[in-house]
């Protein structure tokens, strides 16, 4: 006869399934007394066999067989065959659960905002926008189907048929985390004799040929086990009397570590499962009760936080697992105030907090704190192994009393049955005052559909908040190249034409000044009798002299200058494009419209800098003297030697006449017989030198003109060579930064004005958020 095991020994161990499971199985244990004759509570004798007996049906009742869910005839297991769940409550006709129409407008409301909170992120981040739009879609489903009017034709974004189940999120922090050990161990009948049941739940992700290495895992109950992976998600059936035991079926789904891979071997219907479209992380948000199981060895806390894996706001049932069973009271407090100043951060994102900064710390203590919990995995499993080994042994049994009471993996279950309790209570709290009450389902299921909408919000705000950096990096990216292109503007005007002293720059005055010094000596020495000989040269001579002293040496400083503004304008249009670059395809600031603009400035014809840029107005004031007053000096040279010419054979010829008699009559009434020889001579003379003096007289004066002349034109010279540095630095070398800048700073206005609209609109739905919460407490 097999030794059985001593009721004293089980009373007080594991979470109560399993408590009630050893105690259908106690036998009184005494050596003294020899073979058993005593038996348990629960438990019957037949043929030498312990017949295991449901504990609910102890009283008389018959315990219900598997096997009547596949006819009467079949053949029934007792060893294996059995159910430990109390049957689970019907759920509650639509009718009877209250709902509140105003948690419904808020989600239409919220999920309208989509578009808006993370349009500018859609193309970098698509799989966060649509992750929410089903986080929305299934809050509004799950809505609908409490509802006294169900929408008609209404599917579930996340293909849960069974919407009146509890939902059990189980979320690995990494690989290490010890999750999948945790719900083995909490899976895993510790006396059961099915080895396939067993042996499918410990290597359940390893199983690669039944495709359940995807990116989730759907486990519910089942009458015997079974894996499908024909339908939009990974499913395991199987009979756990821990999936039995709660007052509403379960669903508990387990997310896979961020770092396992999938399988190659997995289905292409599993890139579609229940969570496969969602992050893990966000998943959570759809849960009734999230689980989320860190390792602090590989996780440590302070990552934990800061990477952002617990959702915001916490959702009230949230269970939060440490793979460590050594604690402290002042650890525990220590978790909970961080978490605690962490959500309170990112529920209040840098520039979005309306709230005052002193009462930072009350809000932080009142924020919502997970359930926090220290358990060890590994040893719940060998304390399993260890009575399974050899169940007849009080050795075996009291090395697993210890070690699964050591692991702490029971306060799980029992945290779970404290949720339900709670919910249960308020149930029935809320029947007796108000005359009736929501269901249990509703209870639990409102808060999830509170913490998606809430999720929101807070994704709403650290998306705006995320904007709102990048907005103050553009920004000061805009101002340092604005700072660059002024910097260029202010120093550009002394460094190539000079300090300016109104004329254009001291470098163009000199320059001038230099110039003319030389062009005076040419001027010197065009006297009139050399002007005279020289007649039809003097432009070709004046012009030459001009264009050979027209300020050379400013010529070569400004095409030394046009070099160094083509390499400005290439610096900044790289730091252009690279500003530019700098903003991913996602940001709003990414603009295929504003880089083809600026392409097609930098290709245009009048982009380049060349050498004769800036020398443009050199060459045309030049050609302007040598037109216009270089002429007239030429002109008044011929008039000058025509003039000279005429008065002196017009004084000869005088002369002439005057001696041969011919003007003893008229006006100038001169003697008859004419005049001697010494006054004809002494008339003509006087005539000639008269007429010489006139026209060397208006060759000085042209030669003054031609110098006034000269001023004007140096003067405009420094006026157009002003001009065009200044049209060449705007309309070139900083037309791109500029326009850059330009469209950029609208884009900023224009978002700004939107993220302000779109946060109050955020607030003002948050506020009636709270309202309906607080009709509903």
Not at 26 to 54: D, K, M, N, Y
Not at 139 to 152: D, E, F, M, Q
Not at 639 to 644: H, K
């Amino acid at each position: 006869m097999p030794t059985c095991l001593p009721y004293s020994v089980i009373s007080g161990s594991v979470d109560a399934c399993t408590r009630q499971r050893l105690r259908q199985m106690s036998l009184t244990f005494a050596l003294e007394q020899g073979p058993v004759r005593s038996i348990s509570r629960g438990q019957t004798l037949s043929s030498g066999r312990v017949q295991r007996i449901h504990p609910l049906h102890t009283d008389g009742d018959a315990p219900r067989s598997r096997a009547a869910g596949r006819g009467q005839g079949q053949k029934r297991f007792a060893s294996t065959q059995v159910q430990l769940a109390p049957a689970p409550q019907s759920t509650p006709s639509p009718a009877e659960i209250p709902i509140q129409p105003g948690t419904l407008t808020i989600l239409h409301k919220t999920r309208s905002l989509l578009p808006r909170a993370f349009g500018s992120n859609q193309r970098k981040d698509a799989t966060l926008l649509k992750s929410w739009e089903r986080l929305l879609a299934g809050a509004n489903y799950h809505l609908a189907k409490l509802s006294a009017k169900p929408i008609p034709n209404l599917k579930g974004p996340f293909e849960l048929e069974e919407a009146e189940c509890a939902r059990i999120f189980v979320y690995s922090c990494d690989e290490f985390s010890g999750a999948e050990d945790l719900i083995t161990a909490l899976l895993e009948d510790p006396i059961s004799t099915d080895q396939v049941q067993n042996e499918i739940v410990r290597h359940r992700w390893k199983v690669r040929s039944h495709g359940l290495s995807g990116r989730a895992l759907l486990i519910e109950s089942g009458h015997s086990v079974s894996m499908d992976d024909s339908g939009p998600h990974l499913r395991l059936r199987l009979a756990s009397p821990w999936l039995d035991q709660f007052p509403l079926p379960i669903k508990l789904v387990e997310l896979a570590p961020s770092s396992r891979s999938p399988s190659p071997h997995s289905p292409p219907s599993s890139a579609h499962s229940v969570v496969g479209r969602v992050e893990n992380h966000l998943a959570l948000y759809s849960a009734d009760i999230p689980i989320i199981v860190c390792n602090p060895l590989t996780t440590p806390l302070e990552s934990l936080l800061k990477d952002g894996r617990l959702p915001c706001p916490l959702h009230p049932n949230t269970i939060l697992v440490f793979t460590a069973t050594t604690y402290s009271p002042e650890i525990y407090s220590h978790i909970r105030s961080s978490i605690a100043h962490t959500q309170f951060v990112r529920a209040h994102p840098e520039g979005f907090s309306t709230v005052a900064e002193a009462e930072a710390e009350e809000l932080a203590e009142n924020t919502a704190s997970p359930k926090i919990l220290f358990v060890d995995p590994s040893r719940a499993l060998d304390a399993i192994q260890t009575l399974r080994s050899d169940l007849s042994k009080r050795r075996a049994v009291q090395k697993f009393q210890d070690d699964f009471m050591g692991s702490k993996v029971s306060g799980v279950t029992d945290t779970i049955r404290g949720i339900f309790s709670s919910l249960s209570s308020a149930k029935s709290k809320g029947s007796k005052q108000a005359g009736t009450g929501e269901s249990t389902l509703s209870r639990l299921r409102k808060p999830t559909v509170h913490s998606v909408i809430r999720g929101a919000f807070n994704a709403f705000r650290t998306s705006l908040s995320d904007e709102e950096k990048e907005i103050r990096a553009v920004q000061a990216q805009i101002t340092a190249l604005r700072a660059k292109v002024d910097q260029l503007k202010a120093k550009m005007q002394a460094d190539v034409l000079g300090a300016d002293d109104g004329e254009g720059g001291e470098k163009v005055a000199a320059a001038l000044k230099s110039a003319e010094k030389e062009m005076i000596e040419v001027m010197k020495a065009l006297t009139w009798w050399k002007a005279a000989w020289r007649v039809d040269e003097i432009g070709q001579i004046v012009g030459s002299a001009a264009e050979k002293v027209w300020c050379k040496q400013l010529e070569d400083q400004l095409i030394l200058h046009a070099g160094r503004l083509s390499a400005i304008q290439k610096f900044l249009n790289d730091s252009t494009t690279a500003l530019l670059a700098s903003h991913s395809s996602s940001s709003i600031f990414h603009s295929p419209v504003l880089q083809n603009s600026l392409s097609q400035l930098a290709s245009s014809p009048s982009y380049p800098i060349t050498p004769s840029t800036l020398t443009g107005p050199l060459y045309t004031r030049l050609d302007q003297l040598k037109t216009y007053p270089t002429t007239q000096l030429h002109l008044s040279a011929q008039r000058m030697v025509l003039t000279m010419s005429g008065s002196i054979a017009g004084s000869a010829g005088i002369g002439w006449a005057a001696w041969a008699g011919y003007l003893s009559s008229g006006i100038l009434g001169l003697a008859e017989g004419g005049v001697e020889v010494g006054t004809a001579v002494g008339v003509g003379m006087l005539g000639a030198v008269a007429g010489t003096r006139w026209a060397v007289g208006k060759w000085e004066k042209a030669k003054r003109r031609w110098w006034n002349d000269w001023k004007r034109v140096g003067d405009g010279l420094g006026r157009d060579l002003k001009a065009t540095l200044e049209n060449t630095v705007d309309r070139q070398v900083v037309i791109v930064p500029t326009k850059a800048c330009e469209a950029l700073g609208e884009m900023v206005h224009k978002r700004k004005e939107e993220m302000d609209a779109l946060l109050n609109e955020v607030d003002e739905l948050q506020l009636q958020l709270d309202a309906v919460e607080e009709r509903n407490a």
